[in-house]
């Protein structure tokens, strides 16, 4: 079960919480982005296709294949048959294989991406919030969702340290998107 996007695993009292939640938002709309760009792309394949999916993404052969262009073909062939509905019921192998992009599918797409996208992010804010430790004060620069932010933290013992931000967005060897927001503390 996924979970919901506002249940939190972390002190949001914590002053880095304070400071990088607000750019949750941004992460989960442009989680949406992406995935309307996936479903774009994956719609106007299969126009091409003729809507036919054993020509825009077929499940692939294990015998014509090596084990990483199958892995491909089948998250290919997973995406699409994720996305679309079959206009009949059954068909014959070697036959076309007739589907067209489901509203209700593009929006369970959606909703999941928006969910992985959140969990991720409160995922980030756990990971820096340990990574930093205890903190007096912080406070955030820029937009670390669409280019890259500085945190600038103040230490229980006065020191300040700057946490460096960028977010990117991967896409695993089974064809989920993902987000990651590596930080790396730079020298003043």
């Not at 994956?42 to 077929?58: F, H, S």
């Not at 209700?104 to 928006?114: N, P």
Request: hydrophobic share 40%; aromatic share 10%; proline share 4%.
């Amino acid at each position: 079960m996924k979970q919901p996007i506002n249940k939190l695993e972390y002190d949001a009292t914590h002053p880095v919480a304070i400071a990088v939640l607000p750019l949750r938002v941004e992460a989960v709309k442009r989680a949406k982005i992406e995935a309307l760009k996936i479903i774009a792309e994956v719609t106007a394949e299969l126009e091409q296709a003729g809507n036919d999916l054993n020509i825009a993404a077929p499940y692939p052969s294990t015998q014509a294949l090596s084990d990483f262009k199958w892995h491909e073909a089948h998250n290919k062939y997973k995406l699409f048959s994720g996305l679309c509905e079959w206009r009949q019921s059954s068909y014959r192998m070697h036959e076309p294989h007739y589907a067209d992009v489901s509203q209700e599918r593009i929006a369970k797409f959606i909703r999941y991406a928006e969910e992985d996208a959140a969990a991720q992010y409160d995922s980030f804010i756990k990971k820096l919030i340990t990574k930093i430790g205890n903190v007096k004060t912080a406070i955030l620069r820029g937009d670390h969702v669409w280019s890259y932010s500085i945190l600038n933290v103040e230490l229980p013992d006065g020191t300040v340290q700057s946490w460096k931000t960028q977010q990117i967005v991967n896409v695993s060897k089974l064809g989920k998107l993902f987000n990651q927001w590596p930080s790396r503390k730079v020298l003043r």
